[in-house]
């Protein structure tokens, strides 16, 4: 799902629209059963699951050179052994970057086959234009990212919309969840209400205006680029709400009582990158890394090469301006006829109140960082390097073949329709009969079923079954995986 307008702000509410995702969210194996159970006739549903089968089976036959050329490009690049098979192969370095761009086509190939997304800086603003759990600003070290091998790419292979950061890493999203957390929040609701103490003395002070004259502009140009694309999209959207803190009423209740915050997750996400190496030869790894549920606003936890946090500069700011009223005032205190000892008592109370609260937010803040890596280490990453490619591998076939069966259920239970009618009645059927929602693409599963020699079209574009379901069965044949089966059991075909 990608962004289409960034955020909106409705009624109190912070909402992201988004648009629907080409992923068809439900198992094969429940999409086929039900589909199956649908179907009256017995001999009909029987010949639809071998029908089923086949269709798997030969869709990944398609793949499976494709998919060989990728795993044998990559045991190459693989940042554990790679270095070691390059060197038996004694290639030149100009063998070793082409292969390495075509390892990065085939790779781009098979994320745009599993419905990937490369992350847009707009998708990027609009994840990071708020907090979640995490409160510090990460950043990554460049210095340790190559650069070479993603600019070479993408000279070769030019892409639009790409992020600034797309020389040094890539990140591949695809899909969205919702994470929530129920927590007191204790130090975040003391940050909050000083947040808009501060807020309140820059407006009183009118240094808000010279501070945020900068962003401004740059928020009234990303708008009007917002509104282009939303201008140009036609796909139904879909909405996600984000609650955070500071857009909370922060009520007596609220401040004493536990409170639920919400963020909106890339459900997949897959960065792409390769160590810089200053050595005469250097390392050839690349590596991919595979995560799951992740905050949109935390997603900086699975950037590569991330530098050690510290203070923001508005931290440093906050305590610079707080010690200097701080001393002023005592000073002043001081220097009266009669100085009070309780208002110097209370004015240094404050300013070391003040200081170790910044200290200590900032130490809870890191406590909660080294967490956040380790649990997306632990609990988020799904696979990196070969096992994330053959999850990618297995993947497109799974939704490939579910565009194929529910395409062909439509057009044998429905009759004839244009590939319009097609995709609405598709989208349709996994609403009704699933609760889900999708933007199907009927395009490429059309493209399959005529390459399966199942359907045909006729003189004014409509598509239809070539004949019933036996009589698709027996156009695609008996295939190997079934040959294979049938010697295993002992019998005869």
């Known amino acids: 799902m990608a962004e289409k307008k960034g955020k909106a702000t409705a009624e ?6 988004l648009e629907r995702e080409s992923v068809i969210p439900i198992i094969k194996p429940k999409l086929i059963m039900k589909l199956a159970s649908l179907i009256e006739r017995e001999n009909d549903r029987s010949e639809f699951l071998k029908l089923s089968k086949r269709v798997e089976y030969t869709i990944r036959a398609w793949y499976l050179l494709k998919f060989e050329d990728l795993m044998q490009l990559y045991s190459l690049f693989d940042p554990v052994h790679g270095d070691k098979r390059l060197e038996q192969q004694h290639l030149r370095d100009d063998e070793i970057d082409t292969l390495e761009l075509n390892f990065m086509d085939y790779l781009f190939q098979i994320m745009e086959k599993s419905n990937f997304k490369l992350l847009s800086d707009e998708e990027y603003d609009v994840a990071q234009s708020g907090q979640y759990l995490l409160n510090l600003p990460i950043k990554v070290d460049e210095s340790k990212l190559d650069k070479r091998l993603l600019t070479r790419f993408f000279k070769e292979h030019p892409k639009e919309n790409l992020p600034e950061f797309a020389d040094k890493y890539i990140v591949f999203r695809r ?7 129920t927590d007191y929040f204790i130090m975040e609701k003391l940050n909050v209400i ?3 103490f501060w807020s309140w003395l820059l407006k009183i002070t009118r240094l808000e205006k010279l501070l945020n004259k900068k962003h401004l502009n740059h928020k009234k140009e990303d708008s009007k680029k917002n509104d282009e694309l939303n201008n140009e999209a036609e796909d139904p959207e879909m909405f996600v709400e984000r609650v955070r803190l500071e857009k909370m009423d922060l009520s007596m209740k609220n401040l004493l009582g536990k409170l639920t ?3 909106p997750t890339f459900d997949r996400i897959i960065v792409v990158y390769r160590q810089a190496d200053k050595k005469p030869k250097p390392d050839r790894g690349i590596f991919v890394k595979h995560f799951k549920n992740i905050p949109m606003a935390d997603m900086e936890i699975v950037l590569p090469e991330k530098k050690n946090p ?3 500069p508005m931290d440093w700011v906050k305590f610079l301006i707080s010690v200097v009223l701080g001393l002023v005032t005592l000073v002043s205190s001081l220097e009266m006829p009669k100085a009070d000892v309780w208002v110097v008592i209370a004015i240094l109370s404050g300013l070391i109140g003040y200081c170790a609260k910044i200290y200590f937010t900032f130490q809870q803040n890191m406590m909660l960082y080294q967490n956040l890596i380790t649990k997306s280490m632990y609990d988020k990453q799904l696979d990196s390097g070969r096992g994330t490619l053959l999850h990618l591998c297995d993947d497109v076939i799974q939704q490939e073949v579910k565009e194929v069966i529910i395409s062909y259920y439509i057009l044998m239970e429905q009759g004839k329709a244009t590939v319009k009618e097609l995709d609405e009645k598709c989208e349709v ?7 889900q929602n999708c933007n199907f693409d009927v395009v490429d599963a059309v493209k399959k079923l005529e390459r399966l ?5 006729d003189s004014i ?5 070539v004949g019933n379901l036996k009589r698709a069965n027996e156009i695609i044949g008996t295939t190997t995986e079934e040959v294979v089966m049938k010697a295993q059991q002992g019998t005869v075909l």
Do not use: N, P
Not at 175 to 181: A, E, K, L, R, W
């Open 461 to 465: 574009g409509r598509i239809s079954c």
């Open 194 to 196: 000083v947040s808009r």
């Open 453 to 457: 020699g199942i359907v045909s079209r």
């Open 310 to 312: 510290s203070l923001t």
């Open 12 to 17: 109190g509410r912070e909402v992201i629209k």
């Open 175 to 181: 899909g969205i969840g919702i994470d929530s957390t």
């Open 429 to 435: 059927l996994i609403e009704e009969e699933f609760g």
């Open 261 to 263: 915050i919400q963020e």
